[in-house]
């Protein structure tokens, strides 16, 4: 279930009234009694969370093993995988299942906002003594900031969001769907909590997919200014203790990093990226997705890192690898240009 204090869950929906908003075909497995039609789901979830109160989805053919264990009441699915459901799962027929999976979102599950009539500060919210707000700071329902926390002017703080003492907010920073520790600085126009690039084919082209999990910053985090951490699309995008994130650096969802890493500017980390403790990461330095990165592991300025790293290596290069392999590539490369030139042709 999505975060309460982020998101608003609508009334539950038939699956016949959501076969009908997505176009999909409702088919019974034969494992389910009653009306299928009738049956409802008041919420979305991926395919190893979902439950019997779940529509869920699956868009690859690899996940065919995990449609067949999810304990959902219903999966979007294409016709291809129409024999891969479990005993208790109603299918949703459908050529755009993570777009009909977009839609399902959509009707279920709403963000909150902040009121366009209420005052800059929210009534409902919680603010400890020694807590300053700069002129033009907005502070959102049912936030809770601990004392000594300062939020500079122009600062937004969404909806539920908490942070907590000590922490430092910089002037123009928008921060939502968070929770946040204690002295964490978080500077100039940085963004925390925005929604992660999630988007799908669909019938009338590509859509976004609803981005329905959160942002964790740990205790004694620093977010440089006009960084961006995404929020996740289901799971967390969490930031661990004492961890210092430079300028202009893009951490997109599900990423986990651990304790005391550093990331210089320009860095981006590709979704559902995993890092361990104690890593370090030079300007520019590129991360495809799904990649985790060995607790200890150094990534030179400029790299672009196509695959795992282990602990405590040293990578470079484009695509990266071990850094005694990336010298020894550029002094080859180096060699045979000079060769070359010399009009001596050849490697």
């Known amino acids: 279930m999505p975060d309460p204090r982020f998101y608003e869950t609508a009334s539950p929906i038939t699956l016949g009234d959501l076969a009908a908003l997505t176009g999909a075909r409702l088919v019974d497995p034969d494992q389910v009694g009653g009306r299928l039609a009738d049956a409802l789901v008041s919420r979305v979830a991926n395919l190893a969370g979902a439950d019997e109160h779940s529509v869920t989805f699956c868009a690859d053919r690899l996940r065919a093993a995990a449609v067949a264990a999810t ?9 291809a995988d129409i024999d891969a459901a479990s005993a208790s799962c109603a299918l949703l027929i459908t050529p755009w299942p993570q777009a009909a999976y977009a839609l399902a979102a959509e009707r279920l599950h709403r963000a909150r906002r902040h009121g366009a009539d209420a005052p800059n500060i929210h009534p409902s919210a919680q603010l400890e003594g020694g807590v300053t707000a700069s002129h033009g700071a907005v502070v959102g329902p049912d936030a809770r900031i601990g004392r000594g926390t300062h939020i500079g002017p122009g600062a937004v703080i969404g909806p539920g969001v908490t942070i907590g003492r000590d922490g430092y907010i910089g002037a123009n920073a928008s921060i939502g769907f968070a929770l946040i520790g204690d002295r964490v600085g978080i500077y100039a126009g940085a963004v925390i909590g925005e929604a992660g690039f999630g988007a799908a084919a669909g019938p009338r082209g590509v859509v976004d997919v609803p981005q329905l999990g959160r942002v964790i910053l740990q205790d004694g985090v620093t977010i440089g200014a006009n960084s961006c951490v995404d929020r996740g699309t289901w799971d967390d995008t969490v930031i661990g203790e004492n961890t210092k994130i430079d ?17 210089a500017a320009h860095t981006g980390i590709s979704g559902s990226v995993t890092i361990g403790d104690g890593c370090l990461f ?5 991360i495809a997705d799904h990649v985790a990165i060995g607790a200890g592991a150094r ?9 795992d790293v282990p602990a405590g290596e040293s990578w470079g290069g484009v695509p990266a690898s071990p850094v005694r ?23």
Do not use: D, S, Y
């Open 325 to 347: 392999n990336w010298m020894r590539q550029v002094a080859w490369l180096a060699r045979a240009a000079e060769r070359r030139g010399r009009g001596e042709g050849g490697a």
């Open 299 to 307: 990534i030179a300025a400029g790299a672009g890192v196509m695959r």
């Open 71 to 79: 304990a959902a009441r219903a999966c979007f699915v294409t016709e």
């Open 247 to 263: 300028n202009l650096v893009q951490i997109a969802h599900n990423v986990v990093i651990g304790r005391n890493c550093l990331l």
């Open 282 to 286: 030079g300007g520019r330095a590129g």
